[in-house]
């Protein structure tokens, strides 16, 4: 049992220390202490980068702020093999269904989602739909301003 807690209490080093910081600040700003304040400066500015840094947990942490894994955005940038894009689009799909079922969509919405679905099955062909639409969004933009002009 000592071993495992051991293992848990570094495991958690940052948290515990976090919130041993943000009790301390409490404890002096409810005791009357005039600059509770710095409590909280100096123990999450100066002394849990410390801890952090000394219990190895600074390198180990990939997220960013959204929460998202590093990991996670370098496998956006690589090309998504057949058997991922038919699991993206088959999840989709069923995402799309379920929407439509629920009465979410109209029909003419569902077709119109459905057919850019199909679309766009892989990255590439996603990036094709791209251009192509903002194409057709720039020409039509040309087009209205040249009949205001007329």
């Known amino acids: 049992m000592g071993s495992t807690l051991h293992r848990r209490i570094s495991d958690n080093v ?6 041993l910081i943000l009790g301390a600040g409490f404890i002096a700003l409810f005791a009357g202490f005039n600059y509770f304040f710095l409590i909280w400066i100096i123990g999450y500015v100066v002394l849990l980068p410390i801890i952090s840094i000394l219990a190895g947990e600074a390198d180990t942490d990939n997220s960013d702020w959204n929460g ?3 990991q996670d955005e370098t496998e956006h940038e690589r090309p998504a093999t057949d058997q991922q894009s038919s699991t993206t689009t088959t999840d989709a799909l069923s ?3 379920e929407r439509y079922a629920r009465g ?4 003419e919405q569902f ?9 766009t099955e892989t990255p590439e062909t996603a990036a094709e ?5 903002t194409r057709d969004i720039e020409d039509k933009t040309e087009t209205e301003t040249e009949t205001e002009f007329e």
């Open 95 to 97: 995402t799309l269904r």
């Open 104 to 107: 979410d969509l109209t029909d």
């Open 111 to 119: 077709e119109r989602k459905l057919d850019r679905l199909l679309e």
């Open 14 to 19: 940052t948290s515990i220390v976090s919130l």
């Open 129 to 133: 739909w791209r251009k192509r639409t």
């Open 68 to 70: 998202s894994d590093a």
